[in-house]
C-alpha cells in the first residue's frame, strides 16, 4: 500500500497544522494507522496510533493533549490536527501502517519496527 502524507509547513509557535494521510488505491480504511516523527541524527518517535475502526486511538506523551488523530475512512484519509505547536515539534512526519492482520487495538503498536508501510513524509518546521 502507497501512503501519502501532506499538510506540513512553517509556522509560529503556538500554531496549528493539520496533517493528513492517504492512499493511492483506496485502501486505507483496511489498516490502523500511526504517525511517527524524525529529527535528523535520531530515530523515529511515536506521535499517535488510530486502529482501522477509530475505537481505539493512543497518543505520545510529548503530544499528549495537543495533538488529535482521526480518520474519515469514506474520504480515505487520517488527519492528524496538531495544536499549540512548539519548536521541539519541528520534524519530518511519516505515517505508516502495519500489515492488514496485525492488531493495533490494546497496546496501540507504538514502535517503528511494526510498521510495514512508509509514506513519504510531510515536513513541520515551528519557529520561536
Known amino acids: 500500500v502507497q501512503l501519502q502524507a501532506s499538510g506540513g509547513g512553517t509556522v509560529q509557535t503556538g500554531d496549528s497544522l493539520r496533517l493528513s494521510c492517504s492512499t493511492a488505491d483506496g485502501s486505507l480504511s483496511m489498516y490502523s494507522i500511526g504517525w511517527f516523527r524524525q529529527v535528523p541524527g535520531k530515530g523515529r518517535e511515536f506521535v499517535s496510533t488510530?486502529?482501522?475502526?477509530?475505537?481505539?486511538?493512543y497518543y505520545g506523551d510529548s503530544v499528549k493533549g495537543r495533538f488529535t488523530i482521526s480518520r474519515d475512512n469514506a474520504k480515505n484519509t487520517v488527519y492528524l490536527q496538531m495544536n499549540s505547536l512548539k519548536p521541539e515539534d519541528t520534524a519530518v512526519y511519516y505515517c505508516?501502517?502495519?500489515?492488514?492482520?496485525?492488531?493495533?487495538?490494546?497496546?496501540?503498536?507504538?514502535?517503528?519496527?511494526?510498521?510495514?508501510?512508509w509514506g513519504q513524509g510531510t515536513e513541520v518546521t515551528v519557529s520561536s
Open positions: 488510530i486502529t482501522w475502526t477509530g475505537r481505539d486511538i
Open positions: 505508516a501502517a502495519p500489515r492488514r492482520d496485525k492488531y493495533c487495538a490494546g497496546y496501540g503498536c507504538l514502535e517503528a519496527s511494526e510498521y510495514e508501510y
